[in-house]
């Protein structure tokens, strides 16, 4: 009767903690259940790929190829979820109220538990339903146990001995409380720290079919603690093999689906094309005249593909496909970019703001960060459909000149005259507008940093900030280290994908 994740499930993670072979990593990545699925589906899902390329010709696949496609995908996605993100772990299972796979459960789960609660009614009391619990409880129990725990597996043996309990009830001497009690030990000598509670409660239950109800509810908890603490002992060795996992599983992918590279191809091919474009303008002298050795700029590869990158913290994610070699990734770049837009905000207000104060109190440390830290409170629903920039930079221009008069008579000097706050207001509203060239600044300025940054191949330490980005210099650098360490593990998986359509692009 377990809810949330299946024997199967725990036995493949822990047989992966002590197997180092490619095989036993992949098997427990294969055994991703509901739970999984749910997690991955909803940080990887991108809702715009409804076409592919009209160069593309339509690939037609069978179901079967179909679904098995789809877990390879899903292992994929997992394997990469387990390796990036450090606070990854399983959840329960939380059906929505009022669904039909919530009732459909409901309705089965409550037939079960009556049937039982019927069959330890009648007289003589029938345990066969009973018995085959128990049995499931051994088998639970015993899948906690790592090899070492001799003494507590013949413990587990010896007392749910089902032959052996078959004969009790058969002769009328089973006592279930006995049984329970015994499991409700077992739990508790098994169990994390956090389920301590949870399991002493079940001593109070006194009803045999609730109790019994209880134990599985706790059991499956603890399946889930069981499968965290697998993904955390997996997680070093699946750092070893994790690029050449994903790329085998990406490769089988593109073998039953080749045309799964298309949008990546367009990705590379408009960086190279807008890196060209770039290099031709720099290239021209002031007066507009042909250039003094007459060669063409020439593009190398990585160059391509950090600009790429880079392009995808400004993609237009409503409207265009994704790459599909950063698919997995989506959702981390979308937060980037964000964070970035924001970033972008935040530098741009307090340019503005330092540049028309009286620098003896904007070179006042404790002035500044209390100014950013206003500003970054009044952003930070910025990602909320409800948000209005133009609104919010208003009564930001308006809590910054309280700030900066108070700060002023502070230290003794006369407060912002109405012209100057008028000025001030005008200048912090005009950020809301990408063209505003104080934003554009700052954007230009941010991203000449992080394309710093990556090429330098995450060297320590970090490249030096550009002017005007000091006040937002601690968190661009947690950005860009985020970035970076993202976009080089995707170049250590993809890189031959890369290389392959970049010869063709960069010929001469």
């Known amino acids: 009767m377990s809810e949330n994740l299946d024997k199967s499930h725990i036995n493949e993670a822990g047989k992966s903690k002590s197997n180092d072979s490619e095989q036993g990593l992949e098997g427990a990545l294969e055994c991703s259940d509901e739970v999984l699925q749910k997690k991955i589906n909803s940080d990887s899902a991108s809702p715009q790929r409804v ?6 010709p339509p690939q037609f696949v069978t179901v079967e190829e179909l679904l098995e496609t789809a877990k390879g995908v899903t292992n994929m996605a997992l394997a990469h979820e387990i390796v990036v993100n450090g606070d990854f772990r399983l959840k329960p299972v939380e059906l929505p109220e009022n669904s039909l796979r919530k009732r459909v459960k409901e309705i089965v789960h409550k037939a079960f538990w009556d049937c039982l609660s019927a069959q330890l009614s009648e007289d003589p009391p029938t ?10 409880i051994k088998e639970t129990l015993l899948s906690f146990l790592l090899p070492g725990h001799t003494r507590l597996r013949n413990q587990i043996t010896e007392v749910l001995d089902l032959d052996l309990i ?14 329970a009690e015994f499991i409700i030990g077992m739990m508790g000598t098994l169990c994390a720290p956090a389920r301590d509670e ?16 209880a134990i599985f509810s706790v059991l499956d908890l603890m399946k889930i603690d069981m499968a965290n603490f697998a993904i955390t002992s997996i997680r070093p060795h699946l750092m070893q093999q994790s690029v050449e996992y994903e790329r085998k599983k990406f490769q089988e992918l593109l073998e039953k689906q080749p045309n799964s590279l298309d949008f990546v191809t367009q990705w590379l091919e408009e960086a190279s094309c807008d890196l060209m474009t770039q290099k031709y303008k ?15 700029p020439v593009l190398t590869p990585a160059a391509v593909q950090n600009y790429a990158y880079l392009k995808l913290l400004k993609w237009d994610h409503l409207r265009r496909p994704f790459p599909e070699t950063v698919l997995v990734d989506q959702c981390r770049f979308q937060e980037l970019q964000l964070q970035l837009e924001q970033l972008t905000i935040l530098g741009a207000v307090l340019l ?8 003896v109190i904007s070179s006042q440390a404790d002035f500044a960060e209390k100014l950013k830290m206003i500003v970054k409170i009044l952003l930070a629903e910025m990602h909320l459909p409800s948000f209005h920039l133009e609104d919010v930079l208003t009564s930001t221009g308006e809590k910054v000149c309280l700030e900066v008069s108070s700060r002023l008579s502070l230290c003794g000097f006369s407060p912002f005259s109405a012209d100057q706050e008028t000025v001030l207001k005008g200048q912090i509203q005009a950020v809301a507008s990408p063209e505003d060239p104080v934003r554009r600044i700052m954007e230009s300025r941010i991203i000449t940093f992080l394309e710093t940054y990556l090429a330098s191949g995450q060297q320590k330490p970090l490249p030096t900030v550009p002017g005007g980005l000091s006040p937002i210099q601690k968190e661009l650098e947690e950005v860009a280290v985020r970035f970076v360490r993202l976009v080089n593990y995707n170049k250590m998986v993809f890189c031959p994908y890369y290389d392959a359509i970049l010869s063709k692009l960069l010929q001469p």
């Open 51 to 56: 076409q592919r390329p009209h160069s593309s």
């Open 127 to 136: 345990y066969d339903h009973a018995i085959k619990l128990v049995g499931e």
């Open 166 to 179: 078959k004969q009790e009830a058969e002769n009328g001497a089973l006592d279930i409380s006995k049984l």
């Open 198 to 213: 949870e399991v002493s409660k079940l001593k109070d239950i006194k009803e045999i079919v609730p109790l019994f109800r």
């Open 282 to 296: 720099h290239a021209l002298p002031a007066a507009g005249g042909a250039t003094g050795s007459g060669d063409a």
């Open 352 to 359: 503005v703001t330092f540049s028309t104060v009286a620098p």
